[in-house]
Structures are given as structure tokens and as C-alpha cells.
């Protein structure tokens, strides 16, 4: 296989697409798109998130300590990718694309109603990396559509409908279909004694 070398750069993907939302120290919701998002612990629950130190975003998350990762389905494309273009501090993303907050059970910051997933996290720590940082999030509680759960056990991933971005070539792709189980795939190449 003939590979091109591409330097130090952010070109790795997929990358799920998520809006988060977070909310000010007067209760004011923001929501950005971020797609540096990423489970990076089981025991505790946790996920990291990196943002620009600049966001409005991570002031707030900063301000109130909480805040919550919303997975983007597909269809909501155009209203993820505006949500990443413009700041809170210039417009009100919320009356702009039509999306819609309820309450969240653990945390101030509000779940966006039409995600099929969403997250609820506490700010436990974050890593300083130049204009960036990494906040890791104790995951406090899930949210999942109520269609992804087959009546026999187990979830539909495509009920999910999840928006992944490919970094470095700017798109946007849905999922396509499934092609191994997890956790089962690999047992195919264990050597039996």
C-alpha cells in the first residue's frame, strides 16, 4: 500500500460530530459545535473534550463546571456546521437553527431535544495544550432515543443516525452499514491450544 506522508496535522478521522451545550453563570445556553470529543475512561465514566480556550463554550464550562456532548444525526448537518461557524457571542444559535433545550437531570447545562444522544458531564480537570484544552468530563448520565432499543435486547446504531466529520478534508459523511461485531470479530483469529 502506497502512503502520502502528511506532516503533523489534525488529518485522523472519523470524528463524531457533536454539539455541546453549556450554560453561563447567569444561565445563558450556549451550544458549538466540536468533533475533538472522545470517551477516554471507563472507570470512572469519562470524556474528554478539547476547545479553544478562546470559546465562549469553554468560558462557560470554566464558569459553571458542567456541560453536555449532544450527538448530531445526519440530518442535522447544516444546523451542526453553523453552530461551529458562528460564536454565541454574535448570535442566538438556538432561535437561528430551530433546535430546541430541555432540562438536564444532573447538570445546569441543557440536553438539544432533537439529539438522539446526549451526554451530561461534570468538569473534573483539564490539560493545557497551547490554545487548547482538553476538559475531561465525568459522565453523570445518558440520554438515548427510545427507537435505538430493539425489543428483542441491544441498540440500532443507524437509529442514531450519527454525523461523523472527516478533519483535514472538511466533510461531513453518515454511517454506512455494519461490518463486524465487536468484540467477537477478532475471536476468529485466536489460536486454540
Not at 458542567?66 to 442535522?76: D, R, Y
Request: glycine share 8%.
Amino acid at each position: 500500500m502506497t502512503k502520502r506522508k502528511l506532516g503533523p496535522c489534525v488529518t485522523f478521522f472519523p470524528q463524531p460530530t457533536t454539539l455541546v451545550s453549556s450554560v453561563d453563570a447567569q444561565g445563558e445556553t450556549d451550544l458549538m459545535t466540536a468533533s475533538w470529543v472522545g470517551i477516554v475512561s471507563k472507570t470512572p465514566p469519562t470524556i474528554g473534550l478539547s476547545l479553544n480556550q478562546s470559546r465562549k463554550t469553554y468560558q462557560n464550562i470554566r464558569e459553571t463546571g458542567c456541560f453536555v456532548v449532544n450527538m448530531v444525526p445526519a440530518s442535522l448537518a447544516t444546523e451542526a456546521d453553523y453552530c461551529g461557524l458562528k460564536s454565541g457571542r454574535d448570535e442566538d444559535k438556538k432561535l437561528v437553527t430551530g433546535l430546541h433545550f430541555e432540562p438536564a437531570e444532573a447538570v445546569a447545562a441543557p440536553l438539544v431535544t432533537e439529539a438522539p444522544l446526549n451526554v451530561e458531564c461534570r468538569l473534573t480537570s483539564e490539560i493545557d495544550l497551547g490554545e487548547y484544552r482538553l476538559l475531561l468530563g465525568e459522565i453523570l448520565q445518558i440520554h438515548a432515543v427510545e427507537k435505538a432499543f430493539r425489543s428483542e435486547g441491544g441498540m440500532d446504531a443507524l437509529a442514531f443516525d450519527p454525523l461523523v466529520y472527516l478533519g483535514g478534508i472538511r466533510e461531513y459523511w453518515d454511517l454506512g452499514q455494519k461490518v463486524a461485531q465487536a468484540y467477537k470479530e477478532g475471536t476468529k483469529l485466536f489460536q486454540t491450544p
